[in-house]
């Protein structure tokens, strides 16, 4: 298991990981009051077990928009969590995902790329987000 945070390009350096804290504890005070009980437990396995954090550059308010519609979708089945900074005019700054690993390991990267030979045991929306992973780049 592993969190994504995908954080906007004008964020760099050290406030990008300053974003992805914030989104993390957003996703908290989410799932903690109230959200869908299967999400706090994987969000609770994550911190407990796996720790990861990968952060990459995803684009600007615009684009980390149309991830916030990709992962309020009622497909995605894992837990998640967006943050505006007060400071940047509540600009978008990080949308963050706890997602497992067969969503990140080489068989995912290849079908996302295009480069399997099947993407079958993948949800459409799995798909997306795939494709979507596969076309950032580790934040800097």
């Known amino acids: 298991m592993r969190a994504y945070f ?13 974003q992805a804290g914030h989104a993390m504890d957003q ?3 989410r799932y903690v009051d109230g959200g869908p009980r299967e999400r706090l437990d994987t969000l609770r396995e994550f911190s407990q077990n796996h720790k990861t954090f990968i ?6 308010h615009r684009e980390l928009a149309d991830l916030v519609t990709l992962f309020a979708s009622d497909e995605n089945p894992y837990p998640w969590a967006q943050f505006s900074e ?10 963050a995902i706890v997602i497992p690993e067969r ?38």
Request: glycine content about 10%.
């Open 27 to 29: 996703m908290w005070l």
């Open 86 to 95: 007060p400071g940047l005019n509540d600009a978008l700054t990080c949308v």
């Open 55 to 60: 952060l990459l550059h995803a684009g600007d």
């Open 103 to 140: 969503l990140y390991d080489d068989a995912s990267t290849a079908a996302a790329q295009g480069l399997a030979a099947s993407v079958e045991g993948y949800s459409a929306w799995e798909l997306e987000f795939l494709k979507m992973r596969v076309e950032c780049r580790m934040a800097s």
């Open 6 to 18: 995908f954080v906007n390009y004008y964020v760099g350096g050290i406030r990008a990981g300053i």
